[in-house]
């Protein structure tokens, strides 16, 4: 299966900006969720993630040291209840890119933005100001809504569901125009009437920061196809995996754009696969905070909520939203844990964005396992 690094490469010869987005790596690497209390984990478990500040300096500085290709949080405003309150707590997204950026010297830190929320205008400016900090290291994850309870707390009501790609499609050629450098400007479409539009410094270097969206239904797969640089999916069922990356690559083929596609994971590696497999019990099923995970489900199955997420997905998956949002496990022993990561990217993925429980407790020991077991499968590179 051809990956869409390997064509972006070709594509765009030395590039100096986001470069660890387009190394050599077949399988990239990208730690999920830790501006979020509990990261995505739904889970009782005392030793649960504490996204303090501190701690996500701490991880930030410790994946880039271990060559890790970005840095992915969650757009979140509002936690999930359940005895935790899951994801209560949680830093907006690209003033927590800025302060990463700073103390970091090679990762890609996306921010995480809900398109209909903030004013494009404001956006490109508030990403163009992390992409300095970062020397051009910043990264925009689009992503066009689901959740109608924290769209209340902004007074907005949701577009129909594939309306919400239409205004992302209108507020991502804005920022785009803005980014270019192009002089005072007028935008007359269907959802933004914009006069005189400007803005200075133009993104670090003169190139755009690289764009991402989120989003799994045919529309969200259809405007990664058509406008994104990466795809951020996901996919429950995995048997499909291989056919729809196919689709959504040979898309953005069609339209002369090479993609990367992404999805997310949670990571339980421990020495043993009995180990792996008890550890998950205890966090992911037998103190899962249920209420969370329930409560996450029915808004997620709401009127005007994703359209990813049916009573099958929910049947066969729902100890996987508890583990990390449903995303795919990768529990087991290092060997274990490393065959998974092939079996993604034989699907064709690019790369995982992944969490754990606590991701400064076990994410040394994955890069110390886990790490030089995909460079043994060819997935990934020695640091030089
Ligand atoms: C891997 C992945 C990560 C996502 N991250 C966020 C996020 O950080 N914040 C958010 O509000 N929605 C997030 N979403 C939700 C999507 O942006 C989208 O609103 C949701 O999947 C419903 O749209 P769809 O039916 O087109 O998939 C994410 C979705 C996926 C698949």
């Not at 590039?15 to 209390?37: E, L, V, W």
């Not at 103390?103 to 508030?126: D, E, S, W, Y």
């Not at 409560?295 to 709401?302: D, P």
């Not at 993604?344 to 396992?369: H, K, M, R, T, W």
Request: with cysteine; net charge neutral; proline share 4%.
């Amino acid at each position: 299966m051809a990956h869409g690094a390997d064509a972006l490469a070709t594509a765009s010869g030395n590039r100096r900006r986001n470069h660890t987005m387009f190394n050599r790596n077949r399988m990239k690497i990208g730690i999920f969720a830790s501006n979020c209390s509990s990261g995505m984990a739904a889970t009782k478990v005392p030793e649960r993630w504490n996204a303090s500040w501190a701690n996500n300096v701490k991880l930030a500085q410790m994946a880039d040291e271990a060559g890790i290709e970005c840095m992915v949080p969650v757009g979140r405003w509002k936690g999930y209840g359940g005895e935790t309150d899951f994801e209560g707590s949680t830093f907006e997204t690209i003033t927590w890119a800025c302060g990463l950026l700073a103390v970091t010297r090679n990762i890609t830190v996306f921010g995480t933005v809900h398109c209909p929320l903030i004013h494009p205008v404001l956006a490109a400016k508030q990403a163009v100001t992390a992409d300095h900090v970062g020397q051009g290291r910043f990264g925009l994850n689009i992503v066009c809504g689901w959740n109608q309870d924290e769209f209340n707390m902004f007074g907005a009501r949701q577009q129909d569901h594939d309306r919400r790609y239409d205004y992302g499609r209108e507020w991502w050629e804005v920022i785009q125009r803005i980014w270019s450098g192009e002089g005072p400007f007028d935008y007359h479409g269907e959802f933004f009437h914009l006069h005189g539009v400007i803005g200075h410094p133009a993104p670090w270097g003169g190139e755009r920061p690289i764009m991402m969206n989120a989003g799994s239904s045919p529309a969200g797969r259809r405007f990664a196809a058509l406008h994104s640089d990466f795809h951020f999916d996901q996919i429950f069922f995995l048997e499909q995996a291989a056919e729809r990356v196919n689709q959504t690559r040979t898309l953005a083929r069609q339209h002369g754009r090479p993609i990367q596609v992404f999805t997310s994971g949670y990571v339980v590696c421990r020495p043993t696969a009995k180990e792996a497999r008890d550890y998950f019990n205890y966090f992911g099923v037998e103190h899962a905070d249920w209420g969370a995970v329930d409560r996450l489900i029915e808004l997620a199955m709401g009127a005007g909520g994703s359209r990813s997420i049916s009573p099958e997905v929910v049947k066969m998956a729902k100890e996987r939203f508890a583990g990390g949002y449903g995303g795919v496990p990768f529990v087991g022993d290092p060997d274990t844990v490393a065959a998974e990561f092939k079996r993604i990217s034989d699907y064709g993925f690019d790369g995982v964005a992944i969490g754990f429980v606590n991701f400064l407790d076990e994410l040394p020991y994955f890069c110390q396992e886990v790490l030089p077991r995909l460079e043994r499968l060819g997935l990934r590179e020695p640091l030089r």
